[in-house]
């Protein structure tokens, strides 16, 4: 399985920013994690494509939204207001198996995508 994620740049804060994830082959889910310089890899959401469920990390609730199309086997990660703090790293994975947190249960990951915010 191959993962390519796109959509990155530098935004500014209050901005909008939308990150697609597109995977090579049918998965079960895609899970979306960011790292920042220094700080530990941080799971975000995921989506599973065989019921298109959808799961967020309790601190990015709300300003992070998650999307899926199976036909195409994408998932897009939106973030509103953005925030200097989310400047970042942003991965996504996929795997086999159900939606998870731990990014070390994840069997395939994308190059990531680096979101930068900032006036």
């Known amino acids: 399985v191959q993962l390519q994620a796109s959509g990155g740049g530098l935004v500014r804060p209050g901005g909008s920013l939308k990150l697609s994830c597109a995977a090579s082959t049918r998965i079960y889910t895609i899970g979306w994690f960011r790292e920042a310089p220094g700080q530990d890899r941080e799971w975000l959401s995921c989506?599973?494509?065989?019921?298109?469920?959808?799961y967020y990390n309790d601190d990015f609730k709300g300003r992070f939204s998650v999307s899926g199309d199976r036909a195409r086997i994408t998932v897009d990660l939106r973030i509103h207001t953005l925030k200097p703090e989310d400047t970042a790293k942003y991965y996504c994975a996929a795997d086999s198996g159900g939606c998870a947190s731990d990014w070390r249960i994840y069997q395939y990951w994308g190059q990531g995508a680096q979101v930068t915010v900032s006036s």
């Open positions: 989506f599973k494509f065989r019921d298109n469920s959808t």
